[in-house]
């Protein structure tokens, strides 16, 4: 909880405002614009454009469509008969609302290729150089939903140059390492990208929803790619700039001022207080690292060492630390982790995520992501699977 964004949610809840029109929403609407510049400053962009989204999953849909609608302006219009066949490529790790994104814009999930990723969950940039296909959009990721992995942008940016080609990436997760001077280099060559989700609702705490999709682009793109051009609210001939009355750059008519949370925050706190929120969330991933790793905690095997905030490991019980390694072990290992959480939840006592990924059997991920959790909190994570588990 943020005290400054919940109280920033007071204020919107009561006054109710929806965000299309300067004349209807001047103060929220400005504040969104304010908030766009500065986050389009920290991607290291000299200009851009952007909005703010109801979720990650939509600002990549949007990223897609608007990818596709530069490759063929005419589908806005002409539809999707006719066109020759569209493909993207993306990470093998990438998030599911690419694959959604696909199906919903009729461009299909068979045509979202996914590439290799190397063992720590980064797209491998010889693997996408290696597609034979043409694609109208490459998308990569900062900060992988499962591993915590950031893709290596640059490489990737290179490529997409050389062939003419869109890059999103979706740092929906990681983009808030760009408010570390420590971090954000995580993100290095993100400043090449065409288009970035980026989500202040998570790490930073600006409260769901609060989730925008910038763009590289200033020359009125994405008005372009999505206006209707509605009569009765976008006249041309008001009395004021009516380049601020930014709602038909979004496939929404009524929107909330989901940018206020973060603006208020922003202002509150400063650069250095979101700055510190990264910094003590990411210190508290090391601590639950330094604790397994390094203490080598009996019975925690790390799947990796991380470079975010997600932690991933096993818990072995008491009953399998003297078997062989083979297939019955890791078969076995693989129901440990579901009972673990069946009983943490029937207890009441903490929730954890658990999943099985890529050929590896079911395991635990802590993600670190309220800077307001302390090294209590970590060491009771870790006693509490102890104790949950020492029968097994």
């Known amino acids: 909880m943020d005290y400054y964004s919940l109280v920033a949610r007071?204020?919107?809840?009561?006054?109710?405002?929806?965000?299309?029109?300067?004349?209807?929403?001047?103060?929220?609407?400005?504040?969104?614009?304010?908030?766009?510049k500065k986050m389009i400053e920290f991607i290291g962009w000299e200009e851009g454009d952007g909005i703010f989204n109801p979720g990650g999953s939509v600002?990549?849909?949007?990223?897609?469509?608007?990818?596709?609608?530069?490759?063929?302006?005419?589908?806005?219009?002409?539809?999707?008969?006719?066109?020759?066949r569209l493909v993207l490529f993306a990470s093998e790790e990438c998030h599911y609302s690419m694959?959604?994104?696909?199906?919903?814009?009729?461009?299909?999930?068979?045509?979202?290729?996914?590439?290799?990723t190397d063992e720590r969950g980064k797209m491998i940039p010889e693997e996408l150089e290696k597609q034979g296909s043409a694609p109208f959009l490459v998308c990569a990721t900062a900060g992988t939903t499962v591993l915590g992995a950031f893709d290596p942008l640059d490489k990737?940016?290179?490529?997409?140059?050389?062939?003419g080609l869109w890059l999103h990436v979706d740092a929906s997760w990681g983009g808030s390492a760009l408010i570390s001077r420590k971090h954000r280099r995580l993100l290095h060559g993100i400043h090449r990208a065409d288009s970035v989700a980026w989500n202040p609702?998570?790490?930073l705490l600006a409260g769901i929803q609060c989730c925008a999709l910038l763009v590289k682009d200033n020359s009125g793109l994405l008005k372009k790619c999505y206006s209707a051009e509605a009569a009765y609210l976008f006249q041309q001939d008001k009395f004021y700039d009516v380049s601020?009355?930014?709602?038909?750059?979004?496939?929404?008519?009524?929107?909330?001022?989901?940018?206020?949370?973060?603006?208020?925050?922003?202002?509150?706190?400063g650069t250095t207080g979101l700055e510190e929120r990264v910094n003590r969330a990411l210190a508290l991933a090391r601590y639950c690292l330094t604790v397994l790793k390094i203490k080598k905690r009996e019975g925690f095997q790390l799947l990796l060492e991380p470079e975010y905030a997600n932690v991933c490991f096993w818990y072995?019980?008491?009953?399998?630390?003297?078997?062989?390694?083979?297939?019955?072990?890791w078969e076995k290992l693989h129901q440990v982790a579901p009972i673990i959480k069946e009983r943490m939840m029937k207890k009441g006592s903490m929730m954890l995520g658990y999943q099985p990924h890529w050929g590896k059997v079911n395991f635990f991920r802590q993600v670190v992501i309220s800077p307001q959790v302390s090294r209590e909190d970590m060491d009771f994570l870790l006693d509490e699977i102890e104790l949950l588990a020492k029968d097994l």
């Not at 204020?11 to 929403?25: D, G, H, K, Q, R």
Request: net charge neutral.
């Open 201 to 203: 609702h998570k790490m």
């Open 10 to 36: 007071f204020i919107t809840e009561a006054l109710n405002p929806s965000v299309y029109t300067y004349e209807v929403s001047p103060v929220f609407l400005l504040v969104e614009e304010a908030v766009i």
């Open 316 to 329: 072995i019980p008491p009953s399998l630390r003297k078997m062989e390694d083979g297939p019955e072990f």
């Open 99 to 116: 694959k959604k994104a696909a199906s919903f814009l009729g461009i299909g999930t068979e045509n979202v290729y996914f590439i290799k």
């Open 156 to 163: 990737i940016a290179d490529i997409c140059e050389n062939h």
């Open 59 to 84: 600002s990549n849909m949007y990223a897609m469509n608007l990818a596709r609608y530069k490759f063929c302006p005419e589908i806005k219009e002409k539809g999707l008969s006719g066109l020759p």
């Open 244 to 269: 601020y009355d930014t709602g038909d750059k979004s496939i929404q008519c009524s929107r909330r001022p989901d940018a206020f949370k973060f603006w208020l925050m922003w202002k509150a706190l």
